[in-house]
């Protein structure tokens, strides 16, 4: 993970346009004829992200997922994804799983790339384009002295559903194989926030960021945190 950030903050000094946010928010947000295009872009790895010989269909659809909520995180709609995908097996569920997800999430495919990936690790790459429903769209980096700290619903259910499914190699959790951005919940809260992020790396980590980004201290009362 240390390599992760240094990297990032070595890409942080490139990344100087204001649209990027220093790098330190969950989508790039761009003005474009009074309006602000909300752009991200998240990639999954077999052996990271999902386990070898899952089912390609709940990888396409957490691919989908994943980039969506940090539209959420924004409260942002989504207006088109664009696809990088590398061939590898199982094509068709992938496709089966895509074309779900597109449905669920009434949310058009509009292009992308492929490649053959031969016989290494199957890599997948997914960026999201949304369109603001408020301005200023709510960033990390807003929190300030006094606010409190909210949590949308309970956590944990991912992480258990991800070692169900390790050991047993039955049945992971709909949180771990599906899960469901919140992106109605995003759109509500965004005008009410001085900042906001979804949580893909844990309370702990994600909570951080917020205060890293905003320059405060977060106290965390760990049996308040709610789980499943």
Same mark, same amino acid.
């Given at each position: ?9 070595? +890409?942080?000094? !490139? @990344?100087?346009?204001? /649209? $990027? ?11 474009? =004829? &009074? ?59 992938? +496709?089966?799983? !895509? @074309?779900?997800?597109? /449905? $669920? ?11 053959? =990936? &031969? ?62 951005? !919140?992106?109605?919940?995003? /759109? $509500? ?12 790396? &844990? ?26």
């Amino acid at each position: 993970m240390s390599g992760e950030f240094d990297l990032i903050a070595r +890409l942080r000094a !490139l @990344a100087t346009d204001p /649209a $990027a946010r220093g790098l330190d928010d969950d989508a790039a947000v761009i003005e474009i =004829g &009074g309006q602000e295009l909300v752009v991200t872009h998240d990639m999954m790895v077999e052996g990271i992200h999902w386990l070898p010989g899952q089912d390609m269909a709940d990888v396409a659809w957490k691919l989908v997922a994943v980039n969506l909520s940090d539209l959420a995180a924004k409260g942002a709609k989504p207006i088109g994804l664009i696809l990088g995908q590398m061939i590898g097996r199982d094509d068709d569920r992938f +496709l089966d799983g !895509l @074309a779900e997800a597109l /449905a $669920a999430f009434d949310v058009p495919l509009l292009g992308g790339d492929t490649v053959g =990936g &031969g016989d290494g690790r199957v890599a997948l790459g997914l960026t999201a384009l949304g369109r603001a429903t408020f301005s200023p769209v709510p960033g990390r980096n807003g929190a300030q002295p006094g606010d409190l700290l909210y949590i949308t619903g309970p956590v944990g259910a991912a992480m258990a559903g991800y070692e169900h499914l390790r050991d047993s190699g039955e049945g992971g959790s709909g949180a771990f194989c599906r899960p469901v951005p !919140l992106l109605k919940q995003g /759109a $509500a809260l965004a005008p009410l926030v001085t900042a906001m992020m979804d949580v893909s790396d &844990g309370v702990l980590l994600d909570s951080w960021r917020i205060a890293r980004a905003s320059g405060v201290t977060l106290a965390i009362a760990s049996e308040d945190v709610p789980l499943s």
